[in-house]
């Protein structure tokens, strides 16, 4: 069952890899104008692993991630 686990929260990390720049630029371009940017997001605990440490979770001003609610 870990061998299980293991490749299912590698594969959702290997969707938060690359992030194109653009989005990176658009959510920091409504930032700079005080707009806040949100995600919500019906997410399976493996996802929830995969995207706190990605580079664009540090994007949104609010998270709402389903499997921690």
Known sequence: ??????KRESTKSR???YVDSEALLGAGAFQSDGDGVAIVSNCSSEEVKAIRPSRI???FDQVRLSYET
């Open 1 to 6: 069952m870990a061998e299980v686990t293991h």
């Open 57 to 59: 979770y540090c994007c």
């Open 15 to 17: 969707c938060f890899e």
